[in-house]
């Protein structure tokens, strides 16, 4: 079965992150950056690793506005079904 858009979501983010096992389980459609210990740098080269995921431009004002998982999830949404 193929990974849903949050699933692989939160593989980026676990693997950008070099969260254990444990910790990726934790990660839930509704973490915040917060939540998660992920600061303005790291999300930087989050937005750089899901731009590669999923072969999207993510705009610098989305960019800036992202607060956690739900925030990328949606916004990945709407870039794919721009895309076609």
Known sequence: MPE????RVIRVIAKTQHYDAAKTAAITP????????????????IVFALENEFDVSIPDDAAKSIRGIA?????IGKLLAEKG
């Open 4 to 7: 849903t858009t949050v699933e």
């Open 30 to 45: 509704s973490s915040t950056f917060e939540e998660l210990g992920i600061d303005s740098l790291d999300g930087i080269q």
């Open 71 to 75: 925030d990328i999830t949606e916004g």
